[in-house]
């Protein structure tokens, strides 16, 4: 993206900045950058498919939740705006679902609060530590509070179940605002996403998201002889810092 723009930013610096090179045919779009992705995955041992429609966005598009791209339609990537992606894998050994956002370019600061304080919930909630007995209505405030400081906030749930080579959506639980996310306790071993964002209609999107295991925690204390939770990290992808 930034040899064949010229662009400066995180990922090139220094010397080879904003000199453009021919990359000839090349067209990084929305759907050839999603179809890369899954041929990196393709690769992989237990490789079964996607788990779901990848979500490649970018500019404005990127502030729709659900997002599909289409070839026909889809817009160019530009180094100038963020990109957001959600993708997902099924392999024999499980499944995945995994949201990340970069910038190819100089980000605004608006953009860099935004999605700092999106990367703020996203590690409060996957660093939480909680009794037995609670839900995940309980803990959905944690990744909205840093969003909550500025104003900010996002219209979906936090986290969802995931099955093994199964559905990419997979309850009873989940991490939501809405009152049935009241219904079960969290509980060891269940698996559950962590995926905060925020998205400015006309703009831009964000999105952080990780897959978690809940998982019993060793903690100094045991008020009430509950016994207290934690979680697990079991997806392991950088992030970008945006400068």
Known sequence: MQESNGASGYFLEGQSANKKKDLGAIRLTEVTVSDKLEGFR??????RGLSFPTISSVCPNAAIIHYSPHAETCAELNPDSIYLFDSGAQYLDGTTDITRTVHFGNPSTHEKASYTAVLKGHIALGNACFPNGTNGHALDIL???????????YRHGTGHGIGSYLNVHEGPHLISFRP?????????????TDEPGYYEDGNFGIRLENVLIVKEADTKFNFGDKGYLSFEHITWSYYIKQR
Do not use: C, Y
């Open 143 to 153: 990744a909205r509070i840093p969003l909550w400081k500025d104003g900010l906030d």
């Open 180 to 192: 049935h996310a009241r219904n079960v306790p969290l509980q060891a071993s269940m698996t559950v």
């Open 42 to 47: 393709a690769s992989k041992e237990h490789f």
